[in-house]
């Protein structure tokens, strides 16, 4: 098959297989990035573009963070003052709101800390992301679009099970949802195989790193499984968060 017939998304894999970590998580994470560098230096005015942003209440944690990057503070200013002028609106249009009459709902609401107060809760729900984050939103189409090419061009010509069998794999909950999308056996075979090998590695280099923290073998010096307990760590629950680029 020639290369031209690849999908982009084969092309991104087979690259991201060739570097460290779950080949997912990396692409994400620049797609995201991506995403923030575009708002912060051509979308900062973009009117439709704040005004998802603020009914979303900005982004959540993990991608508000990423607007921190080196130059960008300005274009973070101006973001972050639209959000907090929206929750400013959404606090002076929402009062205290008793409801009227009285019932035995009531009673017990006061009683039970868990319950909202019913007189707060429309300010509370007014206060919440109306829209999901929208980087998260970007963020799924991508990795639905990932997971797509994955089991598609994982057999067949040039296919990509060996590339895969050879890396880091994916962590467990991007494998899961690959697992998942499998359209058939030969396809279900060749990705777990794959990621069998890739966690039978992963258990040999943590089994040598336990041996040699023990005081028999403190004398030998750690090789490729001196950070195996990272790579465990990311294989069970996905890459670490991304710092500031400051």
């Known amino acids: 098959m020639s290369r031209e017939k690849k999908s982009a998304g084969y092309h991104d894999l087979r690259q991201a297989f060739g570097e460290p970590g779950c080949a997912f998580c990396r692409l994400l994470a620049k797609h995201a990035d991506g995403y923030i560098d575009k708002m912060l230096w051509e979308l900062v005015n973009d009117i439709d573009g704040r005004a998802e942003l603020n009914r979303a209440r900005g982004y959540c944690n993990t991608h ?3 607007l921190v ?19 400013l609106r ?13 019932s035995l709902r009531q009673v017990w609401g006061a009683f039970n800390p868990s319950q909202p107060n019913p007189a707060s809760a429309p300010l509370a729900e007014a206060l919440a992301p109306q829209i999901p984050c929208p980087v998260c939103v970007a963020v799924q189409k991508s990795e639905a679009y990932l997971i797509q090419a994955l089991v598609k061009h994982l057999t067949g010509p040039d296919n990509l099970a060996a ?12 494998f899961r949802e690959a697992v998942a999308a499998v359209p058939n056996e030969e396809t279900f075979t060749a990705l777990v195989e794959a990621q069998k090998s890739v966690w039978q590695r992963l258990r040999a280099d943590l089994a040598e790193f336990i041996r040699k923290n023990d005081h ?26 991304p710092k500031p680029n400051k």
Request: proline letters at 5%; charged letters at 20%.
């Open 216 to 241: 028999r073998f403190r004398g030998e010096a750690f090789g490729v499984e001196g950070d195996a307990w990272l790579r465990a760590i990311e294989a069970v629950s996905g890459a670490a968060p």
């Open 64 to 66: 508000a963070w990423m």
């Open 69 to 87: 990057r080196y130059g960008a503070s300005l274009g973070a200013a101006i973001i972050m003052d639209g959000v907090i002028g929206a929750v």
């Open 90 to 102: 959404v606090v002076e249009s929402e009062g205290f709101k008793p409801p009227s009459g009285f």
């Open 163 to 174: 590339a895969y069998q050879a890396s880091d794999g994916l962590c467990l909950p991007h």
